[in-house]
C-alpha cells in the first residue's frame, strides 16, 4: 500500500485534533460527544479505505477534514457559558431560505415553472 506524504499529513491532522478533542470531551464528562470521536474514527477509516480506488484529491481530504474539525469544535469549544453548536453563526440564513421559498412558491403557483 503505498501512502502518500499528503495523505499521512491530512490523516495526521485527522488524528491529532480527534485525540485532543477526546481528550477535552473525557475531562468534561461529555459521553454524548465521545460517540461523535467514535464516529470520527469509523469515517476516517472509510475515507481511508476507499482512498485506494477513489484516490480523492488533496483538497477533498482536507475538506473533510476540516469538517471534521468543525462538527468537533461545535461540541468541544466553550462559548459564552454553552458551546459552539448552541450560537447561531449566521443570522439572516433563515430570512433568505423563507425569502427563496415564497418566491418559488408564488413562481410555481402562477404556472410559470
Same mark, same amino acid.
Given at each position: 500500500?503505498?501512502?502518500?506524504?499528503?495523505?499521512?499529513?491530512?490523516?495526521?491532522?485527522? !488524528?491529532?485534533?480527534?485525540?485532543?478533542?477526546?481528550?477535552?470531551?473525557?475531562?468534561?464528562?461529555?459521553?454524548?460527544?465521545?460517540w461523535?470521536?467514535?464516529?470520527? !474514527?469509523?469515517?476516517?477509516?472509510?475515507?481511508?479505505?476507499?482512498?485506494?480506488?477513489?484516490?480523492?484529491?488533496?483538497?477533498? !481530504?482536507?475538506?473533510?477534514? /476540516?469538517?471534521?474539525?468543525?462538527?468537533?469544535?461545535?461540541?468541544?469549544?466553550?462559548?459564552?457559558?454553552?458551546? /459552539?453548536?448552541?450560537h447561531?453563526?449566521?443570522?439572516?440564513?433563515?430570512?433568505?431560505? /423563507?425569502?427563496?421559498?415564497?418566491?418559488?412558491?408564488?413562481?410555481?403557483?402562477?404556472?410559470?415553472?
Amino acid at each position: 500500500m503505498n501512502i502518500k506524504p499528503f495523505e499521512w499529513t491530512v490523516l495526521g491532522v485527522t !488524528l491529532g485534533y480527534t485525540a485532543i478533542f477526546g481528550a477535552i470531551f473525557m475531562t468534561a464528562g461529555n459521553s454524548e460527544f465521545l460517540w461523535y470521536i467514535v464516529t470520527m !474514527l469509523i469515517l476516517v477509516g472509510l475515507v481511508a479505505l476507499g482512498q485506494r480506488k477513489a484516490e480523492f484529491p488533496a483538497w477533498i !481530504l482536507w475538506a473533510l477534514s /476540516l469538517w471534521g474539525f468543525a462538527h468537533m469544535a461545535g461540541g468541544g469549544v466553550p462559548v459564552a457559558g454553552s458551546v /459552539l453548536y448552541a450560537h447561531v453563526v449566521v443570522t439572516f440564513t433563515r430570512r433568505v431560505i /423563507l425569502s427563496s421559498c415564497a418566491t418559488t412558491s408564488s413562481y410555481t403557483s402562477t404556472g410559470l415553472a
